[in-house]
């Protein structure tokens, strides 16, 4: 393990680091698992206590202590209502009530000195840590997941001028300036912090998501059982696997299945796997124009990535238009993990087409580019040893840049500095 000009050493106390975020273990769903990672990660270095709420994405249902320790960190669990989140007035009554718990939680455990690294999910949590942290002397650092108020432009839920965009850029402002430091997940993202945090003196660091190299590699696709068992063994399969929401180009992927599905001597078959709220719509577009290269499937546990990640030629990573610098799909990085290729729709400079285009592992089209869609799959499917260069360049690059004590030397930098 390296050393670090500000690591204490074994006589010291080592300093106290909070790690907040709605979802924590046993949450496995993207935030929930990259925070606990992170926060058992940081242990030898930190004194880490997290700060979360109780289960109510994939672990629903489970009531879990209110305190406890695990893996060398202390869990204080805030209460809150855990209404249906896909109903959007239950996700309010639970963003506010776990934000009024969390925020008199934080002003009991907070105090001077201490280091706090809060995550932009939900995106009132870091306005309420904000506050409890410089009221009790700690230091707060934004780890920006989703970018606010983009996501909502891009959604088509806000407009470019609209009071609400107003009003979440004026507060954003004020977070910004006394954060101690911003962390970004993407370098598109950092440069959208750039401009957004213009006079303001708050550094901004890019620390990219990782892939689970422990659980996912490369496996022979000859030996795939979800092949088999879905019956396409002799086909050019594209997955989409992950949420299927406002921010993600669903459309453009549709619109070429739907062409490709009029040839009979196509070879390409779609399969979508997860869930989320456009999942009706394709459900609905798949009913209309009967199509019989579309195969949905229900979201599988974390465990099985292995399995569903290698039952395809090359994995589908799409965002809408205007998300450039509002977000990073972490799903990217176990694609990579398992040795596929990714086939990108997204705006040109997005995170996801520059780690496409720093390895070559794989294309990047423009969101809505239906023809270049159509025409991308071609070439990958006309060439299988460019295919298959692809994903060897792809399992590399997770290994050497993405993986999670890559990701965690530069948490323990960030948050020392």
Request: with cysteine; net charge positive; glycine share 6%.
């Amino acid at each position: 393990m390296p050393e670090y000009r500000n690591e204490p050493s074994p006589t010291e106390t080592k300093p106290r680091l909070w790690v907040v975020s709605e979802l924590y273990y046993p949450e496995v769903t993207s935030t929930g698992y990259y925070l606990t990672q992170i926060a058992e990660g940081l242990t030898d270095t930190f004194d880490v206590k997290a700060l979360c709420g109780q289960p109510n994405y994939s672990a629903r249902g489970t009531r879990a202590p209110k305190r406890e320790v695990r893996c060398g960190v202390e869990i204080f669990r805030a209460a809150g209502t855990t209404l249906n989140k896909n109903v959007i007035l239950f996700r309010l009554v639970n963003m506010l009530t776990l934000g009024l718990s969390t925020f008199f939680l934080s002003l009991r455990q907070f105090r001077k000195g201490d280091r706090v690294l809060v995550v932009t999910n939900p995106p009132t949590l870091p306005f309420v840590i904000a506050v409890s942290s410089l009221f009790r002397g700690a230091a707060y650092t934004l780890l920006i997941h989703d970018n606010y108020p983009e996501i909502l432009i891009a959604a088509g839920k806000a407009g470019d001028r609209s009071l609400i965009v107003k009003f979440l850029g004026f507060w954003n402002r004020w977070l910004y300036k006394h954060a101690a430091r911003i962390i970004a997940v993407g370098r598109d993202m950092r440069e959208l912090l750039n401009s957004k945090t213009k006079g303001l003196d708050v550094s901004i660091s890019v620390i990219p998501n990782w892939a689970e190299l422990e659980t996912v590699e490369p496996r022979p696709r000859a030996e795939n059982s979800l092949l088999k068992e879905l019956g396409l063994s002799d086909r050019f399969v594209l997955l989409y696997a992950g949420n299927m929401g406002y921010p993600n180009d669903i459309e453009t992927i549709l619109a070429a299945a739907k062409v490709l599905n009029a040839d009979p001597s196509s070879r390409f078959h779609f399969v979508f796997l997860g869930a989320g709220v456009k999942l009706s719509s394709i459900k609905k577009f798949v009913a209309e124009n009967r199509l019989s290269n579309i195969t949905l499937l229900d979201p599988r546990p974390r465990s099985e990535q292995i399995d569903f990640l290698n039952a395809c030629d090359a994995g589908l990573v799409s965002l809408v238009p205007k998300m450039k610098g509002v977000s990073m799909p972490s799903r990217t990085y176990n694609i990579l993990a398992a040795g596929k290729p990714i086939v990108g729709i997204t705006e040109p400079e997005s995170e996801v087409d520059l780690v496409i285009k720093d390895d070559a592992v794989g294309v990047n089209v423009e969101p809505g580019d239906v023809d270049g869609l159509l025409n991308a799959l071609k070439d990958l499917a006309d060439d299988p040893k460019a295919l298959a260069a692809m994903g060897e360049r792809a399992r590399a690059a997770s290994c050497e840049k993405y993986s999670l004590e890559t990701a965690l030397t530069a948490y323990r930098r960030a948050l020392l500095g």
